[in-house]
C-alpha cells in the first residue's frame, strides 16, 4: 500500500489538514483474516465464546464454542439468518429437544475411511446419532405444527430441511447389531446364520458326548466330580493323572500345575472340535465380513453425515444462543442501512472528494443501556450455572419477535456494569471520545466492538428495547500497548502498525475502534497524525471510534459535521468518573482535579495549574468550565425530578394495589358475613318453632286429662309459654319508622365521631354545623362537606374500641403470614390526624431475628424515613423480649415519636409508633 500525505501544521494551532490517499493494493483474505483475527482477540472474542460453550448440548457444539468457531455471517443476510434462528430457538421449551443421543463421529469416520473395521459400539454410536438427529428434526416440526404461528419456527427447520438423515443405513445396522446385547445378528446375513445353526448343533453334541465320558470317569473314580473345561481353544474333560488309562487314544491337551490333574480330549470329540474350530473361524470370519460391510457403507457415506453434523452443529449453536441471551435477558439487535454516502460538510473539499448532503436526523446506531457480557456475569453469577433457562415458558414470554418479554431485570442484574447508551446519527463517520482516565472510555468502545460482533454472529445483546446498529464486514480494534522487544517495537511503533494494517484492509462497511490514537509520542506531531488518520478514515470506512486525550481532535466538529464529539461523564463533586457516555459533549481530561484528590502536593497542582492557564486562552477554558458546570447542575436537577416522580408513581400504583386488594377482600368478607348471619337466623327460627311445637304438644297432653275448670289455666299457661319464647327471639333495640325521625333531633358537635349515610365509616367533625344544613367532616386525611340529614349518631356498642374503626381497618388489611393481633389498636389513642391505620410494606419494619444492635440500627433508620404524621407498625415479636424492651427504649426517647401504643392481647409482637 502507498499512502502520500501532505499536511501543513501552524504552531500550536491545529488546522484541518489537506491531503490525499493513494492506495493501490491487493490483499489476500487470508491477510484481513489474520488482521481480524488480531482484533477478536482484542476484544477478547475468545471470552463470550467460552461463556456461550456452558450452555451447549452436544460435544461437537462446545468444542466449537471452546475453539472461537462460531458462525459469524459474511453478509448482513447471514448475519439475520442466525439472529432469526436465535429469536426460533428462544420461543422452544428445552424439554421438547433431546440432544444427548447425538455424539462426534469425527474419529469413527476417520477409522471407517481407512478401511479398517469398526467396533460394535462404534456401529451403534452411529446408528443412535443418526436416529437422534432424525427425532430432533421431527420434534422441531411437530412443535411447529402445533405452534399457532408455524412461520416462527421456520428458520430452525431449514437448517435440517434438506439434510439427509441416512435411514437405511440406520435400519441396516439396527438389523445387523443389537445394540443393547452388543452382538451381530444371525439374520445380518444367511450364511451367517447356517454357520451358528451348524455350530450349536456341533455343540450340542459335543456337550452331550464330554458330560457322558467325564460322568463315566467318575464313575470309575478318575475325578472328584464331573468336569468340562476348554484349553487350546477345544472342549475337553478332566481327569486324574493316575487314571488317564480310562481314555485310551485321547490326547492331553494341558496339565494341572501339581501335574495331578490332566486335560484330555477324547477320541470320540476329536472331530467335534475341530468342526467346532472350523466353524468358529468361519463365524469369525462372515462376522468381520458384515463389519467391513458397515463400514465400507458408513465410509461411503462420509459428505452427508459431516454436514448432518454441521448442520447439528447449527442447531445445538441456535439453542446455545437462546439461552445465553436469556441468562442476560437480551434483546435481538436490528441491523440499520446508512441511507446516503459522504457526510454533511461546513464546506465543500474539492481535494478531500467530499459530498454535502442533507443531514439525516435518524440514528444509524441506536442502543440503549448496553452492558459489557464480561463484565455482566459477575452480576449474573448466581444462576451461570443454569442452563436451562431457556425451558419453562419460553414460548409465554416471547413478544412475537423472538426478544423475550422481561420478567424482571433487577432479579438478575445489578449496577455493575454501568449500562451505555450508543446513539450516532446518520451521516456521522468518526466519533472522538474525551474524558478522564479510567472513565470508561476503552471499557465503552470495547462494548461496542462486541456488540457489533455479537449481532454478527446471531446473539442477543444485554441491552433495553431494541438496539439498531449497522452490520459491519471487519471489526477493527487497535486496544492496548503493543510494544515489542522481540520485533524492536515501541509503544508508539507498535500502535502505529496496528493501524497501518487497518487502513490496508478496512472498507467501507468497516468499523475501526482506536484506544488513545496518536499517543506515544510528541504531542504535535501526535495531534497532526491523528488528525490526518482521522480524516482519512472518514472516508474509507463506515464508522471510526477513537479515543484520545487531545483536546484539538475534538475541534474537528466544527468543521466537518461527518465528525462527532462525545464525552465520559465526570462527577465534579465526587471526582470520580460515572462511566456514562455524553454524546455531542467534550470531556476533560480532569488531572489535576484527580491528582489533587488522591492527595498531591498542593503547590504542584497550583503550578500545574499556572501551566494550563498559559497554554489554553483564558477566556475559553473559563466559558467551557461555566458551560460544562450549568450543563451539568441542570442534568442532575432533571435528573432528580424524573427520579422523584417516578418514586411518587411507584409510590401511588402500591398504594392503589393494596387498595384494590383491600376492597376485594371487603366483598368477600361482606359475603361471609351475610351468609353466616342468614345461617344465624335460620338457626334461631328453627330454635322458636320447637320451642313452639313443644308447648303446642304439652298443651295437647295435658288438655285429655283435664276438666272443664281448669282449661282456662291451661290456655293461660301455654299463652305465656309462647309469649316468652317470641319475646325471647324479638331484637331488643327496635328500628326507627324513618330516617327523618331519627336525625330530626339530632345535631352533631366539633370534634365528634360520627357514621356518614353512604360513606358506611366512621368520621370526624372538623367544623361546627352552619345554617345552611351541611357539616364538614374527616375521614382519614379526606375532608367533605354532607349534609346533615346523612349523619348518624354511633351507638354506645360501637364506640368499643375492640370494635373500632382502626381495629376493622387493621384486620381487613392484613398481609400474608402476619397476625391479626398485629393491627389491634384501641380508638382512644386513634387521633385521626395520623390517617387510616392501614398496614403496608412502607410503613412495617420487621425486627425478628435481628440481633439487638442491628434491630437499633433499622428501627432508628425506619423512623427517620417515616412521614410526618404517619404510624409506624414495629414489629419486634415475643421470644425473649430483648428486641421488644430495646425498641421501647428507642421509641420513648425518640424525638419523633409522639407516643408508641404497646402489645395487647389481641396484639402480641407489634407495637405501634406515632411519627411527627
Not at 427447520?157 to 441396516?172: A, D, K, P, W
Not at 435518524?362 to 459489557?372: K, N, P, V, W
Request: aromatic share 6%.
Amino acid at each position: 500500500m502507498q499512502l502520500t500525505c501532505n499536511l501543513f501544521i501552524p504552531a500550536n494551532k491545529l488546522s484541518t489538514p489537506r491531503f490525499s490517499f493513494k492506495t493501490r493494493f491487493c490483499y489476500s483474505p487470508e491477510y484481513s483474516n489474520s488482521v481480524q483475527a488480531d482484533s477478536l482477540k482484542t476484544l477478547e472474542w475468545t471470552s463470550i465464546c467460552n461463556q456461550l460453550s456452558a450452555f451447549t448440548s452436544t460435544s461437537m457444539g462446545s468444542s466449537a464454542a471452546n475453539n472461537a468457531r462460531l458462525p459469524i455471517g459474511r453478509t448482513p443476510h447471514e448475519s439475520q439468518k442466525l439472529l432469526d434462528q436465535t429469536s426460533a430457538a428462544r420461543l422452544i421449551p428445552q424439554q421438547q429437544l433431546d440432544f444427548s443421543g447425538i455424539h462426534d463421529l469425527t474419529d469413527i469416520l476417520s477409522v471407517a475411511i481407512s478401511g479398517q473395521l469398526l467396533t460394535i459400539p462404534e456401529l451403534c454410536t452411529v446408528r443412535q446419532t443418526l436416529a437422534s438427529a432424525r427425532e430432533l428434526f421431527d420434534s422441531l416440526k411437530r412443535v411447529a405444527s402445533e405452534s399457532n404461528h408455524s412461520h416462527r419456527y421456520s428458520p430452525l427447520l431449514e437448517i435440517l430441511q434438506n439434510c439427509n438423515f441416512l435411514v437405511g443405513l440406520e435400519r441396516t445396522i439396527e438389523y445387523c447389531i443389537d445394540c443393547n446385547l452388543s452382538v451381530i445378528l444371525d439374520r445380518a446375513s444367511e450364511d451367517l446364520e447356517i454357520i451358528r445353526s451348524e455350530r450349536r448343533r456341533n455343540i450340542e453334541i459335543l456337550d452331550s458326548l464330554l458330560k457322558e465320558v467325564s460322568s463315566q470317569i467318575f464313575r470309575a473314580g478318575g475325578i472328584d466330580r464331573p468336569f468340562i473345561t476348554k484349553r487350546r481353544s477345544r472342549m475337553c474333560v478332566g481327569i486324574r493323572a493316575s487314571h488317564r488309562y480310562l481314555l485310551p487314544e485321547g490326547v492331553v491337551l494341558n496339565a494341572s500345575s501339581s501335574g495331578a490333574t490332566y486335560f484330555m480330549e477324547p477320541k470320540e470329540a476329536i472331530d467335534l472340535n475341530n468342526m467346532e474350530v472350523r466353524l468358529s473361524n468361519s463365524e469369525a470370519a462372515e462376522e468381520r465380513a458384515i463389519l467391513s460391510m458397515l463400514a465400507s457403507q458408513i465410509a461411503n457415506s462420509e459428505s452427508e453425515i459431516n454436514y448432518l453434523l454441521d448442520k447439528i452443529i447449527e442447531v445445538d449453536l441456535a439453542f446455545a444462543r437462546a439461552s445465553y441471551a436469556q441468562w442476560m435477558n437480551g434483546v435481538c439487535p436490528i441491523f440499520s442501512l446508512r441511507t446516503v454516502e459522504g457526510c454533511d460538510s461546513v464546506e465543500e473539499d474539492k481535494d478531500n472528494d467530499i459530498s454535502v448532503v442533507q443531514e439525516d436526523d435518524d440514528l444509524t446506531i441506536d442502543i440503549e443501556g448496553m452492558r459489557h457480557p464480561l463484565l455482566l456475569e459477575s452480576s449474573l453469577q448466581n444462576i451461570s450455572d443454569n442452563h436451562t433457562l431457556r425451558s419453562g415458558n419460553a414460548a409465554e414470554l416471547s413478544n412475537g419477535n423472538g426478544t423475550m418479554a422481561s420478567t424482571g431485570t433487577s432479579q438478575g442484574t445489578t449496577d455493575f456494569p454501568v449500562p451505555v447508551d450508543f446513539k450516532i446519527r446518520h451521516g456521522t463517520r468518526v466519533v472522538v471520545i474525551s474524558g478522564p482516565n479510567t472513565g470508561g472510555k476503552t471499557a465503552s468502545m470495547k462494548t461496542l466492538g462486541l456488540a457489533s460482533l455479537m449481532s454478527k454472529a446471531g446473539m442477543h445483546l444485554p441491552a433495553k428495547t431494541s438496539p439498531k446498529l449497522p452490520w459491519f464486514d471487519l471489526i477493527l480494534a487497535d486496544i492496548g500497548d503493543h510494544q515489542s522487544l522481540e520485533q524492536n517495537l515501541s509503544t508508539f511503533s507498535g500502535h502505529i502498525s496496528r493501524i497501518r494494517k487497518f487502513l490496508e484492509v478496512a472498507s467501507k462497511q468497516s468499523l475501526v475502534l482506536i484506544d488513545e490514537i496518536g499517543s506515544g509520542t510528541d504531542p504535535s506531531e501526535g495531534v497532526a497524525l491523528s488528525a490526518s488518520i482521522l480524516q482519512y478514515l472518514r472516508d474509507h470506512v463506515n464508522l471510526a471510534v477513537v479515543t484520545t486525550h487531545y483536546a484539538d481532535l475534538s475541534t474537528m466538529k466544527e468543521k466537518d459535521n461527518c465528525f462527532e464529539n462525545a464525552a465520559m461523564e465526570f462527577s465534579l463533586e465526587t471526582l470520580q468518573p460515572t462511566y456514562r457516555v455524553l454524546w455531542g459533549c467534550i470531556g476533560d481530561s480532569n488531572a489535576l482535579s484527580i491528582a489533587q484528590s488522591i492527595g498531591f502536593d498542593k503547590k504542584i497542582i497550583d503550578h500545574a495549574q499556572k501551566w494550563v492557564e498559559k497554554l489554553k486562552p483564558e477566556q475559553q477554558q473559563e466559558r467551557r468550565g461555566m458551560l460544562y458546570q450549568s450543563l451539568q447542575e441542570e442534568k442532575n436537577r432533571l435528573k432528580a425530578q424524573a427520579e422523584k416522580a417516578a418514586s411518587i408513581h411507584a409510590e401511588i400504583m402500591n398504594v392503589y394495589s393494596e387498595i384494590q386488594r383491600e376492597a376485594e377482600d371487603l366483598d368477600r368478607r361482606e359475603m361471609m358475613l351475610m351468609a353466616k348471619e342468614a345461617q344465624q337466623v335460620k338457626e334461631e327460627l328453627e330454635g322458636a318453632k320447637s320451642q313452639m311445637e313443644t308447648v303446642i304438644k304439652k298443651f295437647e297432653r295435658q288438655l285429655k286429662n283435664l276438666g272443664r275448670d281448669q282449661l282456662n289455666s291451661l290456655i293461660k299457661e301455654s299463652e305465656t309459654a309462647i309469649a316468652s319464647i317470641v319475646k325471647a327471639h324479638t331484637p331488643a333495640v327496635g328500628f326507627p319508622n324513618s330516617d327523618v325521625d331519627s336525625t330530626a333531633s339530632y345535631t352533631p358537635q366539633f370534634g365528634e365521631q360520627v357514621r356518614v349515610k353512604g360513606l358506611g365509616k366512621l368520621a370526624k367533625v372538623v367544623e361546627s354545623p352552619g345554617d345552611d344544613e351541611t357539616i364538614l367532616v374527616q375521614y382519614g386525611k379526606v375532608k367533605v362537606r354532607v349534609k346533615k340529614n346523612s349523619i348518624r349518631a354511633i351507638p354506645p356498642s360501637s364506640k368499643n374500641p375492640a370494635t373500632s374503626f382502626a381495629t376493622v381497618q387493621g384486620r381487613q388489611s392484613l398481609p400474608s403470614g402476619e397476625s391479626q393481633g398485629n393491627l389491634e389498636i384501641n380508638s382512644s389513642n386513634n387521633d385521626l390526624s395520623y390517617g387510616p391505620m392501614v398496614q403496608t410494606s412502607k410503613n412495617t419494619v420487621d425486627l425478628r431475628g435481628m440481633r439487638l444492635a442491628e434491630a437499633a440500627i433499622h428501627l432508628e433508620m425506619a423512623i427517620n424515613a417515616s412521614r410526618p404524621y404517619s404510624v409506624l407498625f414495629v414489629i419486634h415479636g415475643m421470644g425473649t423480649g430483648a428486641v421488644k424492651d430495646r425498641a421501647l427504649a428507642i421509641m420513648e426517647k425518640h424525638p419523633r415519636v409522639t407516643k408508641y401504643e404497646p402489645e395487647s392481647p389481641m396484639n402480641y409482637g407489634c407495637t405501634l409508633a406515632y411519627v411527627k
